[in-house]
């Protein structure tokens, strides 16, 4: 019975070789289901499995309580949802966290920090960091994952999600211990999910380059406020050859529109809300733009954000 475990184990491992070999496949939305592929998780385990870390989530993070912001990030991200090929519905809450982070748990969990709302510079931006945590959920990526890591490990550990490791992967996710492998997709992964991301940023009408200026700029954020940036969050900076795959999808399969949605009224009447509650001013800057800054007792500590050169307004449109 070993025997048959161990021949078992070995087909598994080299089926997920294979595929990772092939990071492009299906990276670009053709297949009708992106999630195929070899994976012992179920549909419906997976999300339990999710609503379980979700759970843990909410116990151990501070929810923001307010219900106007919260509605507008479920709004945007339900907009990606439909036009993903996810198939699951998504559950989504924003974190009341200065770090930038936005994280999906397997099944359609989604937590979205504050801090990533005040340092996108735009709608689009902001969709095209949604879009690829929804491209993750949709390709199944952390439950292909934890197959090879539960197939390799079948003879000598636990499954990795049982009892206690639900807690340990949530303490990763928030920011309390250091970053977990369950997260650290392999490269071909996240290749995928740029693909994928762009994709569903283009369906929902949004500039797909927004997405490639927004993880860009978080490396420089990062190098600038490393405590800035939630560790989690940090393994997703393009690096350069990924940077050109999604340049190359923008010009290649993406086909140019008249008309792109960059950015709202909306979300920068969001933008300043949130300011507000975590007792934040967004003063216009000189140069580079606004700066963020703390209040305390009428002297202010910057906190540096992205330059943001927008102002309330109509929605903007841009090609």
């Keep these: 019975m070993k025997r048959a475990w161990v021949i078992l184990a070995a087909g598994v491992l080299l089926a997920c070789a294979a595929a990772a070999k092939d990071p492009q496949a299906h990276a670009s939305g ?3 289901n ?5 994976n012992i998780y179920s549909l419906q385990r997976e999300v339990e499995l999710g609503r379980q870390m979700a759970t843990e989530v909410e116990r151990q993070a501070r929810m923001l309580d307010d219900p106007v912001v919260a509605e507008y990030v479920n709004r945007l991200s339900q907009n990606l949802v439909r036009n993903s090929d996810a198939r699951v519905p998504f559950t989504v809450k ?3 966290s200065n770090e930038v982070n936005a994280f999906a748990l397997p099944g359609g969990f989604l937590f979205v920090n ?8 735009s709608e689009a931006e902001l969709a095209g960091v949604l879009a690829h945590e929804i491209a993750h959920v949709a390709a199944r990526h952390a439950t292909k ?3 090879r890591q539960e197939v390799a490990n079948y003879l000598s550990m ?7 490791w639900v807690g340990y992967a949530v303490r990763q996710l928030v920011g309390i211990a250091v970053p977990m492998g369950f997260m650290q997709f392999t490269r071909g992964m996240e290749k995928q999910a740029d693909a994928l991301g762009l994709e569903y940023l283009y369906r929902s009408g949004y500039d797909p380059l927004a997405f490639v200026d927004f993880f860009e ?25 990924r940077i050109r795959a999604a340049q190359r999808m923008i010009q290649r399969r993406l086909e140019p529109r008249p008309e792109y949605v960059v950015d709202t009224s909306e979300f920068e009447n969001i933008r300043s809300r949130l300011a507000r509650l975590e007792d934040l001013e967004i003063p216009r800057g000189q140069g ?26 109509p929605a903007k449109n841009g090609k």
């Design 94 to 96: 924003v974190i009341d």
């Design 217 to 241: 700029r978080v490396a420089t954020l990062e190098k600038a406020r490393p405590g800035l940036v939630a560790r989690v969050f940090s393994t997703h900076p393009m690096t350069a050859g």
């Design 288 to 313: 580079d733009g606004p700066v963020l800054h703390r209040r305390l007792s009428g002297n202010s500590t910057t906190i540096d954000a992205p330059p943001d050169n927008t102002a309330p307004g």
């Design 114 to 121: 504050a801090g990533l709302l005040l340092r996108t510079q």
């Design 30 to 32: 053709d297949d009708d």
């Design 145 to 147: 994952q934890a197959t």
């Design 158 to 164: 636990p499954l990795v999600f049982a009892g206690g």
């Design 34 to 38: 992106p999630g195929r592929g070899v």
